[in-house]
T-cell receptor, first 113, second 112 residues
Framework: DAMVIQNPRYQVTQFGKPVTLSCSQT?????MYWYQQKSSQAPKLLFH???????NEADTPDNFQSRRPNTSFCFLDIRSPGLGDAAMYLC????????????FGPGTRLTVL | RKEVEQDPGPFNVPEGATVAFNCTYS??????FFWYRQDCRKEPKLLMS???SGNEDGRFTAQLNRASQYISLLIRDSKLSDSATYLC?????????????FGTGTLLAVQP
């Protein structure tokens, strides 16, 4: 059974058109993360939530926002996607911060036209 | 300098071969280390954690050398199904930082 679910798996949007990616988890984990992975590059952490506490990475552009309305769901909003935002977006969860294993969802591949 | 550096490969090896990957990390305060496996266009999956004493899981052996800030992964008796990208990862925790830092990965192609 899938534990970290991402929808949609593939998303096509137009330059500048807002888009929302969804992540849900059945693990009841406290922490949810969003990573961006561009082709042939390492996954890069954008931000994470510990429960309702939001933690933004210093170099995450303002164009990227996130919402976590409850424990199970977390959303990534890209307000004005640029061509450079085309990437795989990976959601991950962990029970706690620190050394707890992170479980990744299958990712959403975003194409910007 | 990248925080976690790996040889991107590809490593092309025949079935049954032994192959070793190396990785270096720049932050001496990093507290934990992992190897993740990522298949093409799929999500990363934890392969194993890496401990100073070294640890083994079947055909896979991981080692950490804190003095040299160096991590290794050894795969014995390679299988076709081992073909994937192997990501070296450090965990940085504490203060305002709490995240995994990934290397760009080493591509392994096991040939029949």
């Amino acid at each position: 059974d899938a534990m970290v679910i991402q929808n949609p798996r593939y998303q096509v949007t137009q330059f500048g058109k807002p888009v929302t990616l969804s992540c849900s988890q059945t693990l009841n984990h406290n922490v949810m993360y969003w990573y961006q992975q561009k082709s042939s590059q390492a996954p890069k952490l954008l931000f994470h939530y510990y429960d309702k506490d939001f933690n933004n990475e210093a170099d995450t552009p303002d164009n990227f926002q996130s919402r976590r309305p409850n424990t199970s769901f977390c959303f990534l909003d890209i307000r004005s996607p640029g061509l450079g935002d085309a990437a795989m977006y990976l959601c991950a969860t962990s029970r706690e911060l620190g050394t707890d294993t992170q479980y990744f969802g299958p990712g959403t591949r975003l194409t910007v036209l | 300098r990248k925080e976690v550096e790996q040889d991107p490969g590809p490593f092309n090896v025949p079935e049954g071969a032994t192959v070793a990957f190396n990785c270096t990390y720049s932050n001496s305060a990093s507290q934990s280390f992992f190897w993740y496996r990522q298949d093409c266009r799929k999500e990363p999956k934890l392969l194993m954690s890496v401990y100073s004493s070294g640890n083994e899981d079947g055909r896979f052996t991981a080692q950490l050398n804190r003095a040299s800030q160096y991590i290794s992964l050894l795969i014995r008796d390679s299988k076709l199904s081992d073909s994937a990208t192997y990501l070296c990862v450090s965990g940085d925790y504490g203060g305002a930082t709490n995240k995994l830092i990934f290397g760009t990965g080493t591509l392994l192609a096991v040939q029949p």
